[in-house]
């Protein structure tokens, strides 16, 4: 079956007891058992829990886990990039994005580095940067694809050449590109994230996270490491996750035509000095995203005229943009990542420049949001 069917039906067959279409919320906490240790599949709800299941069913179908993989929710997106994180181990190095996520560079440098995992950052558009970062120890190497927020494109194939002859695993973040515009492990990646925050989950009202994986071994390894450690979502959260599934497709085909609109119109523009989107052909790795992607997704970065001074105050101007943290979500989204969503790389090597500006863009008017921006520029 194709993507857009898979979504609705995968993991969400109608309720047996009753004929539900919808997953059911299982709020409980724990299981009846037919006799001591004699279940159903269910005993604890930090173990498994059947709309969890349900969630990590369709996450698996959409990224192409197999029969032999699978996915593990968790609590946030931050909770997954931990429960990566516990794969490694004290001597263990750790290569990840010279533009990496604030708060994935927060955990690696201050929680992994004081638990005696080294790490450096390089350049993941370039292979050969980040295969001389590498070295005998590396046991992982980390890709955000596009990167957030610069929206660098890294190449997965060639990533997954350089971690393999490396004897590390290939981790991709995929929540900018979600499964429906990008499949990382068809391309060689070991283990793919995601913050359902954002895209999956798609309205901007529940936090969660998820890790696939393609490989038995390393599935078992994750579902005994989320039991273990449980960082897993309620059920409610799980719901909310399954129910943005759903219209994924059909949402990510408004945020990419409306984020080319916008792009287009900023690109344009004299009051703008910098349009980062990978579907403009000024883009630096535009070739490779076409060939990579199945669209170029709906985050666009810019940077006004005026620098840090006119960033601010263009972000503090629109009204369509919500100035907000977070991305994803139907509503379009400003930031600026160097005093928000980033501000933990201030001062270091993957300090964001502090006139940029982020967008979420949304799926309303694609006219409204032009118009927005329009004001807001002055």
């Known amino acids: 079956m194709e993507f857009e069917t898979r979504a609705i039906h995968d993991g969400q067959a109608p309720d047996p007891a009753t004929g539900a279409v919808v997953t059911p919320i299982y709020a409980t906490s724990t299981y009846a058992q037919a006799a ?29 886990a197999g029969p032999g993989g699978g996915a593990v929710a968790t609590a946030s997106g931050m909770a997954a990039t931990a429960l990566a994180g516990y794969l490694l181990r004290p001597g263990d190095h750790l290569v990840i994005p010279d533009d990496a996520y604030g708060g994935t560079f927060r955990f690696v440098s201050q929680v992994l580095a004081s638990q005696g995992v080294e790490w450096t950052a390089a350049d993941v558009t370039d292979p050969g940067a980040v295969a001389a ?40 973040d995929n929540t900018f590109a979600t499964p429906y515009l990008q499949q990382p492990l068809a391309r060689g990646a070991d283990l793919v994230l995601h913050s359902t925050t954002k895209y999956l989950g798609g309205h901007s009202d529940t936090v969660g996270g998820a890790l696939v994986t393609a490989d038995p071994d390393l599935a078992e390894r994750l579902r005994f490491l989320q039991n273990a450690a449980g960082p897993v979502p309620g059920p409610f959260d799980a719901y909310l996750v399954l129910r943005g599934i759903k219209t994924l497709a059909v949402r990510m085909d408004r945020h990419g035509a409306n984020a080319a609109r916008v792009a287009a119109f900023l690109d344009g523009d004299d009051r703008v000095a910098e349009v980062i989107y990978p579907g403009l052909a000024s883009h630096p790795q535009h070739a490779l995203a076409a060939r990579q992607m199945a669209g170029f997704g709906g985050m666009v ?8 001074e006119a960033a601010a105050r ?65």
């Open 301 to 308: 970065s810019f940077r006004p005229r005026g620098g840090p």
């Open 314 to 378: 263009v972000a503090s101007s629109t009204s369509v943009f919500l100035l907000a943290e977070s991305l994803g979500g139907v509503e379009s989204l400003i930031e600026v990542p160097a005093s928000m969503t980033h501000l933990a790389a201030s001062g270091s090597a993957l300090e964001v420049p502090a006139d940029l500006i982020r967008l979420s863009v949304g799926i309303e008017h694609p006219d409204d949001l032009v118009a927005d921006l329009d004001r807001a520029l002055g």
């Open 133 to 172: 970062a590498a070295g005998p120890s590396t046991a992982m190497v980390w890709v955000e694809t596009p990167t957030n927020p610069l929206l660098r494109i890294a190449d997965l194939d060639a990533m997954a050449a350089v971690a393999h002859d490396a004897g590390a695993l290939l981790c991709v």
């Open 36 to 64: 001591p240790g004699e279940h159903g599949g269910y005993e604890y709800s930090r173990t498994a829990n059947p709309t969890r299941t349900a969630l990590e069913d369709v996450l698996a179908s959409l990224e192409g």
